[in-house]
């Protein structure tokens, strides 16, 4: 349908102004975080209520025009990239917070609402939702169900899927299903887990309800640092053996550590090869007694200087390094690649060294930055875009990393998504049955492939045409984007 | 401890039962059974109690995969001695329970609310399905979001969607101390003491009331649990270890009572609806059991009418229905993994052949 008639018919079900079809208007909407994938829609949709995604969707789905839902935009997968022929579903106008029950420590939210926004809401009460992607200022509640967002703090918290009680789903055609609800569990087979991180393939989140937790009564943060990356891997495993469970684990190695430190300054000891951030919560007699345990632990596992926060501003000035990492990455060379594999933690050393080994291979250095008490790594490889084939090496470098990961039986993707970006990375995770189920469960859910076509699962055709080879990752990913 | 990997010979009998249209009734240890009832008791068994044991146990990770037959006492046995457990606690029924059963059936214990469900704890399975794939879907990881989450789908699915083969698990450190307090309340008094207690950042792991006693269940290192006892209050619980293990595996008398049981599950916080005279909450009220004579359909409705659902247990189980609109996209999913109805039909939805 061109551009012209599709909005006509889109304006019958929506206000003129919530149709956007003007060249120049459509411009912001031709992708999400992943810069380097654009693609213009054919026409942008504003919903502002339930029954406006409903009625855009019955109309898409009764003229076979493809939808993309899309969020903040903030992902970092592409999975919100606009589809040439199709409409453009925005759902971040439907923003309202619809309940907040402090009693019943749960929260009815719009898809449009804003990761950090429900926590705000909730502090008066003592409460917080505690999935916390970096993009938490930014990103929707409704695009951290499609991705299934983690954070820093997964390990002891979980991802969205953990902190989920229910959300409304309009399907391809415009019907409504609640999935969940405010009970604990529900009847039947489990879709709220399924459509979890469904990366919009299977329907529209248009109401989510979230549980809050009591914000922990006390707070510390240690930093820890160690000689080898090898030896403060293994602290990280010890800490959990030992019974611990921290809030969160963090651990950058120096090329990071180093470009952190003429970025924000953060304090942290330079001639380390790896330092770990370790925060522990919970009551405060409970706080200290783990504070001298970790410390014990992580000095017997080899640590050299080790320092605990002492207040919230030292607390903040120990996070703000790892929370900067990404940009100052971004400082030291022109452009850099972000990986988001996830191994058992046990692999750490040996994954570090072949990566040390890529590295060298392909002649691009690369920093590490990652959540090491889940496993989730973010390598970031450094290159420059404008000497020619070195973008090409930085993708190949990254396919490699990737089938490192699932080689140590890891996954490809610990948080970001597949969107576009890591497609052909699917091919090497998973075998012809598991990819031909993963269509039928789509074809259940959207027999016609009009939700967000050509994401998250790739046809067994691309597969097979990549064959033994090596594949490719995706484009990458903007220098300046802030991502921890 | 038995080791055995059987996952082919199973492929053998899946495939013989595709080819003559024969369902089947999986069965591990078979301690489930009365959850399994399908009106029709003739059908094959398919026995997997046999493919058992531990695959792979790295207490560093908090990971564990078993096969499905593995035994619960022998998978906790394991996980104990290196310190950690399985954070939904599982009901056991009787000292054949296999992992597979507890997974399949999706049942937790009384600290649900605060460790989590069966599934927030399953990390991947691998499935054999009705057209004789083996798949593995999620992973050994805490964090993966590669493709659809099969793994927590089949959690719960009581094998509609095929067999599980394995199954891997997050697992949590082990508390080092547990005390139970118990506190003179009548109900109205327990829902605001709950909501209120559950407000606080407290090492609670489980709070359930009857007969006007609420027992609230602390957990952690001795210095949190001795912290949070002075806000909770109440009297030491001599009975604690049987109560908890008693209300996990559903052996408490209103459990083996002559009338009708149901399990209603409900937001913690909804007004109780006026079914028994006789109830016993656990949860922190959001699973509740009773004993009524009333009709199902009114139970049904006042589970619903408070945003819940309600099941019967006893005498025969009778599982609430699904509006019309999921029903027929649950089938069409059941159909992807098992499209001639081979698995244990009739169970989850009534009247399925």
Known sequence: ?484 | MVDADLSEDLRGRVNAAVAAEAPLRIRGGGTRQALMACGNEAIEVLEVGGHRGIVAFEPSELVVTARAGTPLSELEAAVTEAGQCLPFDPPRFGASSTIGGAVASGLAGPARPWQGAVRDAVLGITLLDGRGGIGRFGGQVMKNVAGYDVARLNVGAMGSLGVLLDVSLRLLPRPMTTVTRVLELGIGQTFERMATLGRRPLPITAMAWQGGLLRVRLAGSEVGVAAALAAVGGEPFAEAEDFWAGLRDRQLPLFEGDGPLWRLSVPATAPQPELSANWLLDWGGAQRWCSTDAAPERVFEAASAVGGHAMRLAPTVQRATLPPAQLKLQQRIKTVFDPAGLFNAGVLYPGEY
């Open chain 1, 1 to 484: 349908m061109d551009r012209e008639t599709l909005a006509a018919r889109l304006r019958e079900v929506l206000p003129a102004e919530d149709v956007v079809d003007d060249e120049e208007a459509l411009r912001p909407y031709a992708g999400d975080a992943l810069t380097a994938y654009r693609q213009q829609p054919r026409v942008v949709v504003l919903p502002r209520s339930i029954e406006q995604v409903q009625q855009v969707m019955a109309l898409c789905s009764a003229e076979g025009v493809p939808v993309v839902a899309r969020g903040a935009g903030t992902g970092l997968s592409g999975g919100a990239l606009p589809h040439e022929a199709g409409v453009l579903l925005v759902l971040a106008r439907m923003n309202r917070i619809l309940e907040l029950d402090p009693l019943g420590r749960s929260a009815r939210l719009e898809p449009g609402v804003r990761n950090l926004a429900i926590s705000e809401a909730a502090a008066p009460h003592g409460l917080y939702y505690a999935p916390d992607p970096s993009s938490q200022i930014a990103c929707s509640i409704g695009g951290n169900v499609a991705e299934n967002s983690g954070g820093v703090h997964c390990l002891k918290y979980g991802l969205t899927v953990h902190n989920l009680l229910g959300v409304k789903l309009v399907t391809v055609d415009g019907e409504l299903l609640e999935l969940g609800g405010c009970a604990l569990d529900s009847p039947g087979l489990d879709l709220l887990a399924l459509v979890t991180g469904s990366e919009g393939l299977l329907g529209v989140v248009v109401e989510v309800t979230v549980r809050l937790l009591p914000v922990a009564a006390s707070v510390q943060v240690l930093l820890a640092a160690f000689d080898s990356v090898a030896a403060a891997g293994d602290a990280v495993s010890t800490v959990i053996s030992r019974g611990i469970l921290p809030a969160g684990m963090e651990m950058m190695d120096r090329l990071a550590i180093e470009a952190a430190e003429d970025f924000v300054h953060a304090g942290y000891p330079r001639d380390a090869a790896a330092i770990l951030l370790c925060e522990l919560d919970g009551e405060p007699e409970e706080v200290a007694a783990q504070v001298e345990r970790v410390t014990e632990i992580l000095r017997a596992a080899g640590a050299g200087d080790i320092r605990v926060a002492s207040d919230p501003a030292e607390r903040a000035r120990l996070w703000a390094g790892r929370k900067a990492a990404f940009p100052a990455v971004g400082r030291i060379a022109p452009d850099y690649y972000c990986m988001d594999g996830t191994i058992p933690r046990r692999h750490l050393a040996e994954v570090l060294t072949g990566i040390g080994g890529l590295s060298e291979e392909f002649g691009l250095a690369v920093a590490n930055v990652f959540h090491a008490g889940d496993g989730n790594l973010h390598p970031l490889i450094l290159y420059d875009a404008n000497q020619a084939g070195e973008l090409e090496r930085a993708e190949a470098f990254g396919a490699r990393i990737l089938e490192l990961c699932v080689a140590v039986g890891g996954t490809i993707t610990g948080e970001h998504g597949v969107g576009i970006e890591k497609i052909d990375q699917m091919c090497v995770q998973f075998t012809a049955v598991e990819l031909e189920r993963f269509h039928g469960l789509k074809a259940a859910f959207d027999p016609a492939g009009l939700l967000n076509p050509g994401k998250a699962v790739p046809t067994l055709a691309r597969c097979a045409e990549l064959g033994g080879m090596h594949v490719h990752g995706g484009k990458l990913p903007h220098p300046e984007l802030e991502r921890f």
